[in-house]
């Protein structure tokens, strides 16, 4: 079984629906991540979380929540889908405890806002 | 400067060329260096860390060289299996954000039989 996990990995939805991803991870990770990835700009961050009390922004916040349910688990919501929200979406763990910050990535989310 | 500055190819080699990559950095507190791999509509996999002494692991090399801000990886006979993308990666290294890593935009390369 994968160490990362995300539901669902393909979704279209329309523009101002409500969408949560989700990510559940068996590595034992304190950290986890949401990234989102476009053509030509690469993986950029979306929120992350240290531990379960701990939730930050990362570079582009605006337009998401993000919910640290339990160390496993760490969903991601679009309150009102828009299409510039049209991504490949990935969760990353990481371990607060490793040598070094070494990220490690579940299979990803396509999501499609029309 | 950018954070973390690629080369997008693409670098199209014959089977068993060797090709090299770099990548430049910013931040020059940066302390961990990687290369991933990221084959198309898939997740980024490790490849490797990169270590100021260098580090070797089969054919692949990684190099680092902080004065310069400077990150290289060399594939030696290259195979077919490895056309992917190339990520540089480094980590912020600074305050609590230490962990969190910067991605370049990726090289991507192609290798022809």
């Known amino acids: 079984d994968a160490d990362v996990t995300q539901t669902p990995r393909n979704r279209i939805t329309k523009t101002g629906k409500r969408i949560m991803l989700e990510c559940s991870q068996t590595?034992?990770?304190?950290?986890m991540y949401w990234y989102r990835q476009d053509p030509g700009l690469g993986l950029r961050l979306i929120y992350y979380s240290f531990d379960v009390k701990d939730i930050n922004k990362g570079e582009i916040s605006d337009g998401y929540s993000v919910s640290r349910q339990a160390q496993a688990k760490f969903s991601l919501s679009l309150e009102s889908a828009i299409p510039n929200q049209t991504a490949l979406y990935f969760c990353?763990?990481?371990?607060?405890?490793?040598?070094?910050?070494?990220?490690?990535f579940g299979p990803g989310t396509r999501l499609t806002v029309l | 400067r950018k954070e973390v500055e690629q080369d997008p190819g693409p670098f199209n080699v014959p089977e068993g060329a060797t090709v090299a990559f770099n990548c430049t950095y910013s931040n020059s507190a940066s302390q961990s260096f990687f290369w991933y791999r990221q084959d198309c509509r898939k997740e980024p996999k490790l490849l490797m860390s990169v270590y100021s002494s260098g580090n070797e692991d089969g054919r692949f090399t990684a190099q680092l060289n902080r004065a310069s801000q400077y990150i290289s990886l060399l594939i030696r006979d290259s195979k077919l299996s490895d056309s992917a993308t190339y990520l540089c990666v480094v980590n912020r290294g600074y305050g609590g954000s230490q962990g969190n890593l910067i991605f370049g935009k990726g090289t991507k390369l192609s290798v022809k039989p």
């Open positions: 990353a763990t990481s371990d607060r405890l490793g040598s070094t910050d070494t990220q490690y």
């Open positions: 590595k034992g990770h304190d950290r």
